[in-house]
């Protein structure tokens, strides 16, 4: 099931349905994560490289001062699978976890101060 890729259209529908922030662009899905700059570009990196490497199953990353671009493919299926949506989730849920906003008041989260900015939340 998790090699079989799916159609441009569903592709779509569940990019719209389960991970809006992602898009559908020449065969892979894709997602910018804007940072406050090169801390912080390096933490997102870790952390995707760190949840790849527990599914094995690795995307391609495109790396700047201020953003990283995730691209992700299942290249034995020649398109998108089960695979790249779990991990895409995945991603999503780790890295732009807002704390403060899911935790019922346990976490402060990151303050938004200038001096410890770090993920830029995206609005929808």
Do not use: C
């Amino acid at each position: 099931m998790s090699e079989q890729a799916f159609t441009e259209a569903e592709i779509e529908q569940r990019l719209k349905a389960e991970l809006p922030h992602w898009t559908y662009e020449k065969g892979w899905i894709r997602r910018k994560i804007k940072t406050s700059g090169w801390k912080a570009t390096l933490m997102v990196v870790t952390t995707v490289g760190h949840l790849a490497e527990k599914a094995w199953h690795h995307p391609d990353m495109s790396i700047s001062y201020a953003f990283v671009i995730v691209k992700l493919v299942t290249h034995s299926a020649k398109g998108i699978t089960e695979k790249d949506f779990a991990l895409a989730k995945k991603i999503e849920d780790v890295v732009m976890w807002d704390a403060a906003a899911e935790s019922q008041g346990v976490f402060e989260g990151t303050p938004e101060d200038q001096r410890f900015s770090y993920i830029k939340q995206d609005k929808l």
